[in-house]
């Protein structure tokens, strides 16, 4: 805490980073020779944040994804930023949002840890970068939330 004195008047100062909390954090599994691979996870963060940008030692680039319905056809698409209202939760899950890491490094396995690191802004553009371990993990046709034709 910083206490500045001004004549009579005091001006207390007190930065506070937000408290984000990830849950469940996990890259589907691929195929040998396969080059990208999609992260998973649930965010909160305990004040308004932004998900400003993703990287990882594992992957030469990663990108923030969402799917969406159009015309009747589900398409994939980058998107800048994702926005974390206080006290709400986030869910990058299969069929929606999602981390796409692009060049990854080998194929992920079941059981292999990939860290990544998600940079977030606050409001008065001050960034804090999370370190995050997240798991390889097969994914059944249902789990994904498609319906199988």
Not at 62 to 77: D, F, I, P, S, T
Not at 98 to 123: A, C, Q, R, W, Y
Not at 141 to 149: N, V
């Amino acid at each position: 805490m910083k206490y500045i004195w001004s004549g009579l008047l005091l001006l207390c100062s007190l930065q506070v980073q937000a408290e984000i909390t990830v849950v469940e954090p996990w890259v589907r599994t691929t195929a040998p020779g396969q080059k990208v691979a999609a992260g998973y996870v649930r965010i909160v963060s305990d004040k308004d944040v932004i998900l400003v940008s993703a990287n990882s030692s594992f992957a030469d680039k990663v990108e923030l994804h969402e799917m969406a319905v159009e015309n009747g056809v589900m398409k994939m698409r980058p998107i800048k930023q994702l926005e974390l209202k206080a006290n709400t939760p986030v869910e990058l899950k299969p069929g929606g949002l999602h981390l796409m890491l692009l060049g990854i490094k080998s194929p992920v396995k079941t059981g292999d840890t990939i860290p990544l690191n998600l940079v977030f802004e606050d409001k008065k553009a001050s960034q804090d970068s999370v370190a995050i371990t997240f798991n390889g993990r097969d994914i059944t046709h249902q789990e994904m939330g498609h319906h199988a034709h």
